[in-house]
């Protein structure tokens, strides 16, 4: 990985793109890759001033905001040579960026398969790039040998079209290579690039453990509301509040138990809490705004909207009908649904996974790939573990009331909770007890 990271500022730098300034989303990506110290290099213009000064004054930036060096091109005086000459790094490599520039997160992982030999630099470009090779698209990797000479070049020109190769020192190796397939990397300068770097962005959201139905329904649909939402400046905790309050709401329509149309409305609310459960998720990933307080507070509000919404299900049902069976089916859930949520705790606090509970399922579902000899039930779990991906049983919901099946949904929730809570239970101990040999 790239020691330090060059970004020559532009126009367009400061372009909002999905909630963030170009800039700011450059920086934030090459520092949570490993990067370092930080040169941002431009013009000395107010508008450029003010957009430094953002972005080292923004709360993910500061705790590392003295490694962000600014310095104006065609103006160096003698006290910016000096404190310059400070910073340079003649060891390792470096990465160089367009300031306009938008690029998976994922890439700067790719890079390091890149090691340029001493004093080399090489520039990237897109399989479909038609640059030819006397230009620069906008990032290269290089050795550190010649990052003195070239931040001195660099300072000391004008701003111009081909400012970079101008800058390169004559000594300079000059190699150039294709952007790592599966990758893109984006110079935004105009609005087609302006919509096809949003597109690019919105797919990084994605979460690769996605089941058919996230896949091909829940998440076109949150991440065209997270577009929006971005807009807004809307934060992902407000958002994780405001579906659980939704999930609320839809609980609250199956306690009535007013009949089908009551039971329909609770459904949709559930199914609708199921889609927008991934626009806080999204927004964090999208702005850099994850945390581990917030992934436990999604997954605690995450579990109390099944528990009450379940419950009141079948508190609905009992009022409907005045049968007391589904008060028994109601104590039958809240059981397991306590004894599940408290074998999970133990198996995440001891196993290592921390907050991403979705890595428990995706571990009962490719067991018999990694484990030959498996039991008749570890093999039937491992195929019906794509059951308990909520955009797969909040569907089956949706459905179930759509269709007027409340009693029989009753049933399937309790008894199927308390099956999975069983083998749930013996998974946990068996690999507790495999963990501590």
């Not at 110079?187 to 996605?210: G, M």
Request: charged fraction near 20%.
């Amino acid at each position: 990985m790239p020691d330090n990271t060059i970004i020559l500022l532009r126009p367009g730098s400061g372009q909002n793109i999905l909630g963030l300034p170009l800039l700011l989303r450059a920086i934030i990506a090459c520092r949570q890759a490993g990067l370092g110290t930080f040169y941002l290099i431009g013009s000395g213009s107010e508008e450029e001033l003010r957009l430094v000064e953002r972005v080292k004054k923004d709360r993910r930036v500061l705790p590392f905001s003295s490694d962000l060096h600014y310095f104006q091109a065609g103006s160096l005086s003698t006290e910016d040579k000096i404190k310059s000459q400070e910073l340079y790094d003649w060891s390792g490599s470096f990465l160089l960026l367009d300031g306009e520039a938008i690029f998976d997160p994922l890439l700067l992982e790719d890079l390091n398969f890149f090691e340029p030999q001493e004093r080399e630099i090489i520039l990237f470009k897109s399989p479909a790039d038609s640059i030819p090779d006397s230009t620069w698209s906008g990032l290269a990797v290089g050795s550190g040998k010649i990052l003195p000479e070239l931040l001195a070049g660099l300072l000391s020109i004008k701003e111009g079209e081909n400012d970079l190769l101008r800058a390169l020192p004559p000594t300079a190796l000059v190699s150039y290579q294709i952007v790592p397939a599966g990758h893109f990397f984006l110079k935004v300068n105009s609005r087609q690039t302006e919509k096809e770097a949003t597109r690019l962005l919105l797919n990084t959201a994605r979460k690769p453990q996605d089941g058919f139905i996230a896949k091909h329904i829940n998440r076109p649909i949150s991440l065209f509301f997270s577009q929006r939402l971005l807009r807004l400046g809307a934060s992902p905790s407000l958002l994780s509040f405001l579906n659980f309050l939704l999930g609320l709401v839809g609980a609250w329509l199956a306690a009535m138990g007013g009949g089908n149309w009551s039971f329909f409305l609770a459904g949709l609310c559930f199914e609708l809490a199921s889609i927008f459960d991934g626009c806080d998720g999204e927004v964090a990933r999208l702005t850099y705004t994850t945390s581990d307080k917030g992934a436990l507070s999604d997954v605690i509000l995450d579990a109390s909207s099944y528990v009450i919404f379940f419950s009141c299900l079948d508190l609905g049902l009992y009022r409907l009908r005045q049968d007391s069976s589904y008060l028994i089916l109601m104590f039958i859930f809240l059981l397991s649904a306590v004894w599940y949520y408290y074998n999970l705790a133990r198996y995440t606090r001891n196993s290592g996974i921390g907050k991403k509970i979705f890595l428990v399922a995706k571990e009962i579902e490719v067991r018999p790939e990694k484990e030959k000899k498996l039991s008749f039930i570890d093999k039937v779990a491992a195929k019906l573990a794509f059951t308990v991906r909520r955009d797969f049983f909040a569907t089956l919901v949706f459905v179930l009331l759509a269709l007027k099946q409340a009693p029989i949904l009753a049933y399937i929730i309790s008894f199927g909770w308390l099956a999975e809570s069983v083998y749930f239970h013996f998974y946990v101990q068996k690999k507790l007890v495999e963990q501590s040999a």
